[in-house]
């Protein structure tokens, strides 16, 4: 089960304060005398969500909104209305397209595999972590190379970084200029390789939590404390915001104090989820900051037969993930069944997606289309299953073999031994694990 929150239908700053206290979250809700047996909270820069083991769905989205409830400051129908649930095979389906790119603000983009993999560290750390969600997560991860090294998806390199400094392109000549890095996570990682990239120097990295030594080191820069933060500000040309901590860093008070006679434009990109830079520094005269919502205005499209290729991948490692690793002799017969309902399904659900900037109202119906036609595909799935099983244990698969490949013309032999899910290689996980 997963409860989700995501730029795709809630507002960045909703977001934002659904996400204050996603680090303990995991800890609070699941244990001993809770419905949750495990939890795996996923905050990024666009999305809030979290992925439950429970037998009791209605009990533990009860306890993960009381959670929610005491750790920010909205409201309890707030929090109700910004959570759509997911259930079985949905929730599957869901954190793969997460892991793969496909549902994100820049389709395609590969920060997001590092941060599920960032958020499966995270729970295995915090002991919240059930062998069911480790499965599951560890398909998310393997779906998510798999995706990337044979669809095209996401060749293009570009991203949420890539697409926002392409925006700041209006206000920074990149050969020669200079900046500043505010954060160490996941998307400072994927900033600091653009910015060098891009020919520019980089005066050093400041980190509200206190780990920039570690990233300064592992990238040849200068960390900085306060008094280092003000005096780089005072000299650069360019700011990455992207810390993801819960109070602000840069206030229209330190950047007068830094550029008092504001001779030279200052850019700033602010990539945070928990803004890292106050409201009232965009008003601010010379100073230009490119946010989260430009880069979704501005996002560009994939190509069509690469998103296809995904969505295929996609609807197979769900459907093997739902029949499980360890398959009987007819499986690969159902996993196939279940893929072309799958298939068919997530194109039909691209079709009724609404525009960026919809209404509520907009919204709330393609929800509800999406929801109807999730189960629809469940029920027609069913006593095709059942009777998977039923053929199987008679000794009759051969007949119910032929009957799907009359009905839907899928060819499927029958094996001793399914084919089990390739397994995780870490040596070879280039996606980087770091959360920003």
């Known amino acids: 089960m997963s409860l989700v929150a995501s730029h795709r239908n809630r507002d960045l700053t909703l977001l934002e304060q659904l996400s204050v206290g996603s680090d303990a979250l995991g800890s609070a809700v699941a244990g001993s005398g809770s419905p949750v047996r495990g939890a795996v909270v996923l905050p990024t820069c ?88 480790d499965r599951l997560f560890q398909s998310a991860l393997r779906t998510s190379r798999v995706v990337a090294s044979s669809t095209g998806l996401g060749t293009s390199g570009r991203s949420v970084v890539s697409v926002a400094f392409d925006l700041a392109s209006e206000t920074v000549v990149w050969p020669g200029a200079r900046a500043l890095v505010i954060g160490t996570g996941a998307l400072a990682e994927t900033g600091v390789g653009s910015l060098l990239s891009r020919g520019v120097s980089i005066d050093g990295v400041f980190s509200p939590s206190g780990r920039g030594e570690e990233f300064a080191a592992r990238h040849s820069l200068r960390a900085l404390d306060q008094d280092g933060l003000r005096a780089a500000l005072s000299e650069v040309d360019l700011v990455l915001a992207c810390s993801g901590g819960e109070s602000i860093v840069l206030t229209p008070a330190m950047v007068a104090a830094a550029r008092p006679d504001n001779d030279n434009p200052l850019t700033i990109v602010d990539l945070a989820l928990h803004r890292d830079v106050a409201p009232g520094v965009a008003q601010m005269r010379g100073v230009t900051v490119v946010d989260l919502e430009s880069v979704g205005a501005h996002a560009p499209e994939e190509s069509v037969g690469a ?130």
């Not at 929730?91 to 790119?101: C, E, R, Y």
């Not at 997001?112 to 915090?126: E, L, M, P």
């Open 307 to 436: 998103i296809d290729a995904a969505r295929s991948i996609v609807a197979h490692a769900v459907a093997r993930f739902g029949d499980g690793e360890h398959a009987r002799s007819i499986d690969p017969a159902v996993v196939a069944l279940r893929e072309h309902v799958f298939g068919l399904l997530e194109r039909e659900l691209a079709r009724v997606q609404p525009p960026a900037g919809a209404s509520e109202q907009t919204i709330a119906q393609a929800d509800a289309t999406e929801q109807a036609l999730r189960r629809f595909a469940k029920t027609l799935l069913h006593i095709p299953t059942v009777r998977a099983r039923e053929h199987a244990q008679a000794g009759e698969a051969d007949r119910y073999l032929g009957a799907i490949r009359a009905l839907y013309g899928i060819d499927v032999g029958i094996q001793d031994d399914a084919c089990p899910a390739p397994e995780m290689d870490a040596a070879t996980d280039a996606d980087t694990t770091t959360r920003h």
């Open 46 to 133: 666009n999305r809030f969500e979290v992925y439950v083991e429970t037998d009791d769905p209605e009990a533990a989205r009860a306890a993960i909104i009381d959670a929610l409830e005491r750790a920010t400051a909205l409201e309890r129908d707030a929090i109700e209305t910004a959570l759509a649930t997911y259930e079985g095979d949905d929730a599957v389906q869901h954190l793969l397209s997460v892991a793969t790119g496909l549902d994100s603000m820049v389709v395609g983009e590969r920060e997001i595999s590092g941060q599920v993999r960032r958020a499966h560290i995270d729970a295995q750390a915090g002991a919240h972590l059930t062998p069911q969600l």
